[in-house]
């Protein structure tokens, strides 16, 4: 048996552990006669700032609004029919539909961009385009605006071009011969005090007479001719004052030179439709009546129709 001092010591080490325990886990206090139960767990402080209870979530930023959605341009146009000529509501409306059409210029401006001419530049000429389309377009008609905006803009690129027809493209063996001739016959001019003979640069470069005509031709592709200046020998007008005025006829002409071949591979029926509709001036419930069948079947075989020949004229680009 113990002596009392052991008993004593042996109590006070127990005391000792069952603290320590309670320390690492504390429990809940309980109600008499319940067994106590250990104490929740505390949860790990989070990584970023809690939101308040109750706190509404951080909205999502709004959608935003595409500056180039054009599917409000045929109300837009319907509004610019509307405006008096001339009036500032006017003018602000007909820029915002320009500035909503410049993708649809870019991509046909992009189609022409390695043929020698800067993209920007066509960018350019394919806006005067566009803006000639929005001042023509008569929303009553019942075609898309890019649909019919489409072939004046690549019209317009196609003009550009042909102004600018003076600038072949000389192959290089020629451009280098060009330079050749143009330095000999700067030389040659100061060693001679006079123009040099081809039978000179012939020699001096150490080619035939015949390359040397080549080359002196192929300069002529470098040389311009202003449509301003007049000629002074003769006291001629200035070409620019020869020439007529823009004819709107005429590129309605143009337009239909280029839409004849595609118009024959057409069906029968659709081709029938479209040249009721755009030559003969007939609305849609008319060339139903014509034809024999609804307004509405009449709508869709115009709609898809168009969209055949403008794939067509942009594969045939």
């Not at 405006?83 to 500035?99: D, F, I, K, M, Y």
């Amino acid at each position: 048996m113990m002596d009392a001092s052991e008993q004593a010591e042996q109590a006070g080490r127990m005391d000792q552990h069952e603290h320590a325990a309670s320390a690492e886990h504390p429990t809940r206090p309980t109600r008499p006669g319940q067994p106590e139960q250990p104490a929740p767990a505390e949860r790990p402080a989070p990584d970023g700032p809690e939101q308040a209870a109750g706190e509404p979530a951080a909205a999502e930023p709004a959608e935003r609004h595409d500056p180039h959605d054009r599917s409000g341009a045929r109300a837009l146009f319907v509004e610019l029919g509307k405006l008096p000529e001339g009036s500032p509501e006017r003018a602000e409306l007909r820029n915002q539909l320009v500035r909503m059409h410049l993708p649809l210029v870019e991509h046909l401006a992009r189609r022409f961009r390695n043929r020698g001419e800067p993209l920007d530049d066509l960018t350019q000429v394919a806006t005067i385009g566009l803006i000639k389309s929005v001042d023509r377009f008569d929303v009553e008609r019942g075609v898309e605006f890019s649909t019919y905006a489409t072939p004046t803009v690549v019209g317009e690129i196609k003009r550009h071009f042909r102004d600018k027809g003076w600038a072949v493209r000389v192959p290089r063996r020629l451009q280098e011969l060009r330079l050749s001739l143009t330095s000999a016959t700067g030389e040659l001019s100061q060693r001679h005090g006079r123009a040099p003979t081809v039978h000179e640069l012939a020699e001096h470069l150490k080619i035939s007479e015949e390359e040397v005509l080549e080359g002196l031709e192929s300069a002529n592709a470098y040389s311009t001719l202003s449509l301003d200046v007049p000629d002074t020998d003769d006291e001629s007008p200035a070409v620019a004052d020869t020439l007529g005025s823009e004819d709107e006829a005429l590129e309605g002409v143009e337009y239909r030179e280029s839409l004849k071949p595609l118009l024959e591979q057409l069906p029968p029926r659709e081709k029938t439709i479209l040249l009721l509709r755009f030559f003969g001036n007939m609305t849609q419930s008319q060339i139903a009546q014509e034809v024999g069948i609804s307004q509405m079947h009449v709508s869709r075989l115009l709609a898809r129709t168009l969209a055949q020949l403008r794939d067509k004229l942009l594969i045939d680009e």
